[in-house]
Every structure is written in C-alpha cells, then in structure tokens.
C-alpha cells in the first residue's frame, strides 16, 4: 500500500494550487481519504476528508470555503484544490486512507488513519 501526494510548490498569498494523492498496490476507491498537514514546530492537523465514493466531504474551519477535496476512482487518485492561499497554509501536506475499507472516520483524529503517504511541501509567500 502505497500513497504519494504531489502538487505542491511556491505560491503568492492569494494564489491557488492542486493536490493529488495517488494510490498504488490498493483500489482507492475503497477507502476515505484524509488530508492533513503540519506546518513547522506545530502538530500535524487534519484539513479534509472525503469518503470513499465522494459523496461525503468535510473541512477544518481554516479552510472552508477556500479548499476542495475531491477524487476520480477511475484514475486511483484524490485531488484538494487550494484557492485563496496565505502564508498561514504553509505546512508539508500528506494524505492518508483509514486501514479499513468503506470507513469514514468520525473525525480527522490522527488515529483513525492508518496508511499514510509522502508530504508534498507547500509555500505560500506573503
């Protein structure tokens, strides 16, 4: 199992970028994908997660309305796109799947994500 998020670079405040998370060695479309991020010295957070079929989403209130997750099953890949960025979403970002299948996590508690993927860094100037 195998979850690599790539799409990220240096951005202006206001600008946008787009995540994808891709999966090899399991069927994406059979898990919730999270993702999460952690900026330097602060904890990892949760910043969104979508169910396996995508008819479930939800945000942390820092980025609501701002950011969108979603995913294509036919291409094994989930996608967050970030509009309205500024310097306080600077973090490296990972996305991450529970261990079990067809699970949506309550929340976005850490715990409940057992595969987790290489972060992609994130840079949003000022």
């Known amino acids: 199992v195998q979850l690599q998020a790539s799409g990220g670079g240096l951005v202006q405040a206001g600008g946008s970028l787009r995540l994808s998370c891709a999966a090899s060695?399991?069927?994406?479309?059979?898990?919730?994908i999270g993702w999460f991020r952690q900026a330097p010295g602060k904890e990892r957070e949760g910043v969104s997660i979508i169910s396996s079929a995508g008819g479930s989403t939800y945000y942390a209130d820092s980025v609501k309305g701002r950011f969108t997750v979603s995913r294509d099953n036919t291409k094994n890949t989930v996608y967050l796109q970030m509009n309205s960025l500024n310097p306080e979403d600077t973090a490296v970002y990972y996305c991450a799947s529970p261990r079990e299948r067809l699970w949506l996590p309550p929340t976005l508690g850490l715990p409940h994500f057992g595969f987790w993927g290489q972060g992609t860094q994130v840079t949003v100037s000022s």
């Open positions: 060695g399991f069927a994406l479309r059979y898990y919730a």
